[in-house]
């Protein structure tokens, strides 16, 4: 038996973390950005000397990897971004790091995980699930802005550059992460304010969770 689980999927700086963290603080559920999982096994790859395209060595980090390390600031730069990306296509990578997704995604009463694959393979049987998304321009800009407050010297057509990459290695390859589950639901965030994004968000939510609870009985 889980809780109430909710699945936020969806490409980079779509918006979808921002969605997540209100979805938890409403329902009062952990919420939990898998991303920072791929995040911090690139950055220790990294930081240990390591080459990025090493399945064996990013597995090995995967497998010990300690949740603290999710709060390291350095998991958040647009190069901890870059590796994430790089090692988040080796399939033993994602295997380690399935478990502890799957076990916070059946905490009790409920709990919110973002990512690319929760929806369908992390936890495809969550009873509320949203695919967030915006162009790749409003992604990038978004992204952009987050990003000058680190570094002041970054420009827009990088970011947009790097979005661009980043989409393809989510979704170039038939066992690539990022795929809309057939039962989520399709919010498309490109002209809405975060208020509104999350208003959105909350009604699919709620919608859901009225199915889930009838099911219950
Ligand atoms: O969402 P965020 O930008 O932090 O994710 C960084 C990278 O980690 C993504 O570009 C993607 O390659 C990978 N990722 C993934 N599966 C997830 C979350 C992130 O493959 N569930």
Redesign the pocket.
């Known amino acids: 038996m889980s809780g109430f689980t909710i699945a936020v999927d969806g490409p980079?700086?779509s918006g979808k973390?921002t969605i997540a963290v209100k979805l938890g603080a409403l329902y009062g559920y952990p919420v939990l950005?898998?991303?920072?999982?791929?995040?911090a096994v690139g950055v220790r790859l990294l930081e240990s000397g390591g080459d990025l395209s090493d399945e064996v060595a990013a597995t090995a980090v995967a497998r010990t990897l300690d949740p603290a390390e999710l709060e390291r600031p350095e998991v958040r730069t647009r190069a901890a971004?870059e590796a994430?990306?790089r090692v988040?296509i080796f399939t033993p990578v994602?295997q380690v790091l399935r478990e502890f997704q799957i076990a916070f995604a059946r905490r009790e009463p409920g709990a919110v995980v973002d990512?690319?694959?929760?929806g369908t393979v992390?936890a495809p049987w969550a009873p509320a699930k949203v695919f967030v998304t915006a162009s790749t321009e409003v992604r990038a800009e978004r992204r952009w802005k987050q990003l000058l407050l680190q570094d002041e010297t970054i420009s827009f057509d990088d970011i947009l550059a790097d979005i661009r990459v980043?989409d393809h290695?989510?979704t170039a390859r038939a066992d690539s992460?990022?795929a809309m589950a057939s039962d989520a639901v399709l919010l498309d965030t490109s002209e809405m304010t975060i208020d509104g994004a999350f208003d959105a968000a909350r009604r699919i939510v709620e919608t859901a969770r009225a199915r889930w609870e009838q099911s219950l009985g």
């Open positions: 980079a700086a973390g950005d898998s991303g920072l999982l791929y995040r971004g994430a990306s988040a994602r990512g690319r694959d929760i992390i980043r290695r989510d992460p990022m």
